[in-house]
């Protein structure tokens, strides 16, 4: 008789497939590449600080630190380094380092990698400006991170815990009214379905 437990209710664990920094390019193109990437980046801050959204910013943050830390199953990207100062990670995968203006998130109102309006990542995750959609491939077992994220809910999305930066009052209002806009967009579309 097997050992095997057949009466577990436990479902199985999804298993995610490792994800490389595509190579490729001659120490020459990828210096290039990152300088333009972190040029990109400054200008898209501009003068006034501007900042991602909530939604895009629970994407990126989800993208990098998975979603453990909130009981979920996705583990973090297997790029993420932890800094030399504590509390702080940075992006192994992407070259730039351990430093400040690197570190993905930021104590209270500092300004953090993640809040760049235009920003790449190295395997083009979900959140950020170079974000390309999963293969079909990437849904068969193990499937990888970013096709987690692309089939995740939007009530899953937003329990991920995001600070922003301060930013001006109406550029805050501006997207209150947005996102007031969209919700009533979204119970409308609700209300003809149910009609149907």
């Not at 490389?20 to 501009?46: C, E, H, N, W, Y």
């Not at 959204?53 to 297997?78: I, M």
Request: one cysteine or more.
């Amino acid at each position: 008789m097997s050992e095997e437990n057949t009466c577990s209710n436990k479902p199985n664990p999804i298993e995610f497939r490792s994800v490389a920094v595509p190579d490729g390019k001659s120490l020459i193109s990828k210096k290039i590449g990152m300088i333009q990437s972190f040029a990109m980046s400054l200008t898209s801050r501009g003068l006034n600080e501007k900042k991602i959204n909530k939604a895009t910013k629970q994407l990126r943050v989800l993208s990098c630190f998975g979603d453990k830390h909130l009981n979920g199953v996705l583990p973090p990207c297997e790029h993420l380094k932890e800094s030399k100062t504590q509390g702080q990670y940075f992006c192994g995968g992407c070259g730039c380092g351990d430093r400040q203006g690197t570190w993905l998130v930021a104590n209270g109102n500092d300004y953090s990698k993640l809040d760049y309006p235009k920003l790449n990542c190295p395997i083009n995750m979900p959140g950020f400006t170079n974000y390309t959609a999963s293969k079909p491939d990437e849904a068969i077992s193990p499937i990888t991170r970013k096709y987690y994220i692309e089939n995740i809910s939007f009530e899953d999305l937003n329990k991920m815990p995001v600070s922003l930066p301060d930013m001006p009052e109406a550029m805050k209002k501006a997207i209150e009214e947005r996102e007031a806009k969209m919700a009533q967009q979204n119970q409308q579309q609700l209300n003809t379905q149910t009609l149907q």
